[in-house]
């Protein structure tokens, strides 16, 4: 009897991944990952601020009711409002001819609802500016971290010496984080918005 001649075991030439080839995979992996995380800070942070600026909107927007619902003639032209640490905060609301009694202006190019804006470079006016403080109570019993706004109010007479008519422009920005706009403030908050309104007798 014969012998089968034997058969020569060939090697297959997929072995598996080279090493090489399994550090790039990690590579890549690893830049997809990092890529999804900043996004997702980005986002977190990009909610704060706009929280932020949310807040010193909806402040301005309170102030110049409280503004507003009194008559341009009243004798008596202040009003109070208390924060959440229980500080009164007593509001300057007379009017005067231009530029008005209250916070400094300034002129912004390009602004779409007029020409001037409150300065918040300026130093405050007594009277016509306040630090008000919103509690940051949550639910169940969950604290944060009080925010403080610079609010600030300028009103002038919208005919010279004749206070039938006045503008009400009020503004606000938050102080406890660094944002909204100005000088040595972070680029990515927006600037304060400036409300205006008309009131009358």
Known sequence: MTKPAPT???????SGF?????LIAMLVLV???????????????????????TAAVALAQS??????????SDNIQTTSVTDC??????????GGDSPGP???????????NGTQSIDFTQK??????????????????????????????????????NSNAQLVMVAA?????????FQGQSRFFSMPVTLRGIRGN
Request: proline fraction near 3%; aromatic fraction near 4%.
């Open 102 to 112: 209250g916070a400094p202006l300034i002129d912004i190019a390009n602004v779409v």
């Open 124 to 161: 405050p006016v007594a009277g016509y500016q306040m630090l008000y403080t919103l509690c940051a109570a949550g639910g169940s019993g969950e604290i944060g971290t009080p925010q403080v706004y610079d609010v600030r109010w300028n009103i002038i007479n919208t005919t010279a010496g």
């Open 63 to 72: 102030t110049m009711d409280r503004i507003i619902v009194q008559s341009a």
């Open 173 to 181: 920005k938050n102080v406890t984080e660094v944002g909204n706009g």
């Open 31 to 53: 830049i997809g990952l990092l890529g999804g995380m900043i996004v997702i800070v980005t986002a977190i942070a990009t909610n704060a601020r706009n929280r932020f600026d």
């Open 18 to 22: 080279s090493l090489i080839e399994l």
């Open 8 to 14: 020569k075991l060939r090697r297959r030439g997929n």
């Open 85 to 94: 640490n229980g500080t009164v905060n007593t509001m300057n609301t007379s």
